[in-house]
C-alpha cells in the first residue's frame, strides 16, 4: 500500500456512509496519533486496538449525531508524491470553521486551530468536512 493514511481516513468516511457503527483499520503508530487527534476534536467517538502479532488492527467507533455521521468528506491534501506544507499565518479557517484540517507539525500531529494557537506549520495531510 503505497498510501495508508488515504486508505485510513477513505475507510473511515466509506464506513460513515453506509452507517457502519464501526471499522477496522491496521495498526501504525501515525494512525493512531492521528486517531487521538480525530478523537480530540469530537470526529470519532472512540478507538481501541484488537489482536495479537502482525494481526493488530484499531476498531474505530464512528461519531454521529442525529444519525448524521461527523464525516461526510475527506480530501488528502499531502500526498507521497506530492507534499504541501503550509505557514502558520496562512492557516485560515475551513469551511467558516466547519471543516478541520490535520497537520503533522515539528509537535506532532494536530488539528488546524490548535497548530494556529500554537503558532506552528506544517503539513497538511487531510481535510475533513
Known amino acids: 500500500m503505497s498510501d495508508p493514511i488515504a486508505d485510513m481516513i477513505i475507510r473511515i468516511k466509506n464506513a460513515s456512509a453506509i452507517n457502519k457503527p464501526m471499522v477496522n483499520i491496521p495498526v501504525s503508530k501515525l494512525k493512531k496519533e492521528i486517531l487521538l487527534t480525530l478523537q480530540k476534536e469530537n470526529v ?7 489482536g495479537k502479532g502482525v494481526h493488530k488492527n484499531f476498531e474505530v467507533i464512528i461519531k454521529y449525531n442525529n444519525n448524521i455521521p461527523a464525516i461526510k468528506d475527506v480530501k488528502r491534501i499531502s500526498k507521497p508524491s506530492c507534499r504541501v506544507y503550509i505557514k502558520a499565518k496562512d492557516i485560515h479557517p475551513l469551511k467558516k470553521g466547519f471543516g478541520l484540517r490535520l497537520l503533522s507539525t515539528p509537535h506532532g500531529i494536530m488539528s488546524d486551530r490548535e497548530a494556529k494557537q500554537l503558532n506552528l506549520g506544517g503539513e497538511v495531510l487531510f481535510e475533513i468536512y
Open 44 to 50: 470519532i467517538e472512540n478507538f481501541t486496538e484488537i
